[in-house]
């Protein structure tokens, strides 16, 4: 069974910060990597940042000087910290995992909300 568990979503003035936490399981697996993707009503579903556990981390552009996505002390678990946030920031922020013996299949949390607005 596969639970996927965001937090940290909120509603935050321009400029603020806010921190985004993921923790993953499946069966007795360990996590490949995870990542956040947005998706705003009539747009595709984008990724923000990945990280691969052991290895290298990747942001979208628009991510990059602002926002950082690292793991967590606790096990399969990652965090992401999202400052200087503007309004085109706003959306709703999806968790993915990929578990050593099945990479090629993502699994999803249910998203958490992040509203910029003054």
């Known amino acids: 069974q596969v639970q996927i568990v965001e937090s940290g979503g909120g509603l935050v003035q321009p400029g603020g910060s806010l921190r985004l936490s993921c923790a993953a399981s499946?069966?007795?697996?360990?996590?490949?990597?995870m990542g956040w993707y947005r998706q705003t009503p009539g747009k595709q579903r984008e990724l923000v940042a990945d990280?691969?556990?052991?290895?290298?981390?990747n942001y979208a552009d628009s991510a990059k000087g602002r926002f950082t996505i690292s793991r967590d002390s606790a096990e399969n678990s990652i965090n992401l910290q999202m400052n200087n946030l503007k309004p085109e920031d706003t959306s709703v922020y999806y968790c993915?995992?990929?578990?050593?013996?099945?990479?090629?299949?993502?699994?999803w949390g249910q998203g958490t909300q992040v509203t910029v607005s003054s």
């Open positions: 993915r995992a990929r578990f050593f013996g099945s990479i090629n299949t993502m699994h």
């Open positions: 990280i691969v556990f052991g290895g290298s981390t």
């Open positions: 499946k069966d007795n697996l360990s996590v490949w990597s």
